[in-house]
């Protein structure tokens, strides 16, 4: 066989194989199943435990490739006016300028702008937290729980768990921390399911 014909059948041959090789994961879009959205905080109350609470409305996206586990647009909205601690009066507190400050800033706002991987199931998100209409840095750490078809319908679900701890007084909230009668840092869990589109 001569070099030409040779290269010919090379070029056949891999044309051929190129269109059997099976297709890669590609970036998909998610959206956070409200139903499935809790956002949880708790806060030190004068040292004799912690007062329990969460934001009952929230929403938001992202991008993922299951395949190389990259995620990307991350952004979360969360209605400050949905705060809950199973007190009104307190509810009301949390919901007024001493603390969230949510009629003059309904929403609270995460958008992401870098992530890194630990491991096919760990890692941290990089974002910009918008709260009180004041944006600071905030580092999420996060855990893929769980990714596949939904056992109750056609969808393809997500599972993550994310966590962190914010100083409020960063964003301004400094009521009854110098007392010691609230604690300035307070942990934040976000537990969300998010389908496939």
Do not use: C
């Not at 998610?30 to 499935?36: A, F, G, K, L, R």
């Not at 956002?39 to 190389?68: M, P, Q, R």
């Not at 769980?146 to 009521?175: C, D, H, Q």
């Amino acid at each position: 066989m001569n070099v030409r014909l040779s290269r010919i059948a090379l070029a056949a041959a891999f044309v051929s194989s190129a269109s059997v090789a099976p297709a890669f994961a590609e970036p998909r879009d998610y959206e956070i199943d409200p139903t499935h959205f809790a956002i949880v905080f708790n806060a030190d109350h004068i040292g004799y435990g912690n007062v329990w609470g969460l934001f009952v409305k929230g929403e938001g996206s992202f991008t993922f490739d299951e395949e190389s586990r990259e995620l990307s647009d991350l952004t979360v909205t969360i209605d400050a006016s949905s705060a809950f601690t199973g007190l009104e009066d307190r509810d009301e507190h949390i919901r007024g300028a001493d603390f969230v400050s949510a009629e003059e800033h309904p929403e609270i706002t995460f958008v992401m702008t870098d992530a890194e991987a630990e491991s096919d199931t760990e890692g941290k998100v990089m974002g910009d937290l918008t709260l009180r209409g004041v944006t600071k840095p905030v580092t999420l750490d996060v855990t893929l729980n769980k990714i596949g078809e939904y056992p109750f319908g056609p969808n393809y679900v997500i599972g993550i768990t994310a966590k962190t701890t914010l100083k409020r007084s960063e964003w301004g909230m400094t009521y009854a921390i110098d007392n010691g009668l609230v604690g300035d840092e307070v942990p934040i869990v976000l537990e969300l399911e998010a389908i496939r589109q």
